[in-house]
């Protein structure tokens, strides 16, 4: 018998993934939009010190902190990426951003406690909130708002919801609107949360991803906030399962702890490779000048097929868009495109139990040519 714990929303991006599988091994041209998987590998300099170290048999458990030139790297990023001084001692590696997401919520909550999320946003925050027995309160973003939380909403919401809010989690840039929270706001909402003895997570994950946007990070000015970053998307080791959290001193060793028994520590050999990769200059510019021409010619290609625009396209690798045109079912209308073009896209209401009905996420992480012949079977469907 299940426990209540697991009484969670699927991830329907991953079951329309999985059905796109399926049907790619039954020989169908699949074009997969639905997952923030980058069209191209790891960078070459991960992957030749991956090679290395598993020819030197270099691999093992690490400290549940992480390998110490991996921390001192990502430290040494940080200065020169934000100018901001993060000891290595705070940084810690973890199996991905997920781990990251998993310690922090149990690090700083108790059962009960109510943790903001924006809506729409990113569906595994409220499912792992959820099973971790935690309130979610959804704050729901748009022009008014800017795409963002701000304390304005915050507090709206947690009075509506009649709670005292324990925690605020913002992702900058945002899955699934592209938004980039600037500096200003960003540093706003962290003193509100540090003013009102609220935890605050900063989900930097998609940061490298700017198209113009202002880009900032939470070490740059909130020392009590959790920051966690990603190697799945700039970096492009979704599969390495990799990731890093900056934690405040006092909250170290209590998440380490935690991690010891939870993962005993991310995998040695992509903690290698994630170390060359942070030295891989001018092959991550080119995946971001890949993305931007993506984001480029969907701005224009879908709001034509009758598709507008829900957010703006300032960051991270996806399109938000309207199909109320079309639908009042986006779940129903993702099965119907992929079945009837072979083109998998994710449902809004993975990120938008209210009004995810009218919407749909289109990732724009693969190829140009991808961009060009989904669109245009999309827009043969459409007709």
């Not at 209540?4 to 059905?19: C, G, K, N, Q, Y």
């Not at 590696?93 to 909550?109: H, M, R």
């Not at 380490?256 to 942070?278: D, G, N, R, T």
């Not at 625009?309 to 639908?327: E, H, W």
């Amino acid at each position: 018998m299940l426990s209540t714990r697991s009484a969670v929303e699927p991830f329907h991006a991953m079951d329309i993934l999985a059905e796109a599988n399926r049907l790619k091994a039954a020989g169908h041209p699949v074009i997969s939009l639905a997952v923030g998987q980058p069209g191209a590998p790891a960078p070459e300099k991960a992957i030749k010190a991956a090679e290395t170290a598993l020819r030197a048999g270099q691999i093992g458990y690490t400290d549940a902190l992480g390998r110490v030139d991996l921390r001192q790297a990502l430290s040494a990023y940080y200065q020169r990426r934000h100018s901001a001084s993060v000891a290595p001692e705070r940084i810690m590696v973890t199996t991905g951003s997920s781990a990251g997401f998993n310690l922090a919520f149990l690090a700083l909550f108790e059962a009960g406690d109510a943790v903001a999320i924006a809506r729409p946003g990113y569906p595994a925050y409220r499912n792992i909130l959820k099973a971790l027995g935690l309130v979610v309160i959804e704050v729901p973003v748009g022009p008014e708002t800017n795409y963002t939380l701000t304390p304005d909403s915050l507090e709206r919401a947690a009075k509506a919801a009649g709670v005292r809010l324990k925690g605020v989690l913002l992702a900058s840039p945002a899955n699934p609107t592209g938004t980039v929270t600037g500096r200003a706001a960003l540093q706003q909402l962290a003193l509100w949360c540090d003013d009102n003895g609220i935890a605050f997570i900063s989900d930097e994950i998609y940061h490298g991803l700017t198209y113009g946007a202002e880009e900032a990070s939470a070490v740059e000015f909130a020392p009590n906030a959790i920051v966690i970053n990603s190697f799945s998307k700039y970096y492009r080791m979704t599969g390495w399962r990799i990731g890093w959290m900056v934690l405040p001193e006092a909250l170290v060793r209590g998440v380490e702890c935690v991690a010891q028994s939870l993962y005993i520590s991310a995998p040695e050999l992509s903690q290698i490779a994630a170390c060359a990769a942070l030295d891989a200059g001018s092959e991550l510019e080119d995946y971001r000048a890949a993305c931007r021409a993506n984001r480029d010619f969907l701005a224009t290609r879908l709001p034509e097929l009758g598709l507008p625009l829900l957010s703006p396209l300032d960051g991270a690798f996806y399109a938000y868009v309207d199909v109320s045109r079309f639908t009042n079912d986006s779940m129903d209308f993702a099965r119907r495109l992929l079945a009837e073009t072979f083109v998998a896209a994710t449902p809004g209401l993975d990120f938008d139990p209210l009004e995810g009905h009218r919407a749909m996420r289109i990732s724009y992480a693969g190829t140009l040519e991808d961009m060009q012949q989904a669109t245009g079977r999309i827009a043969d469907w459409l007709r």
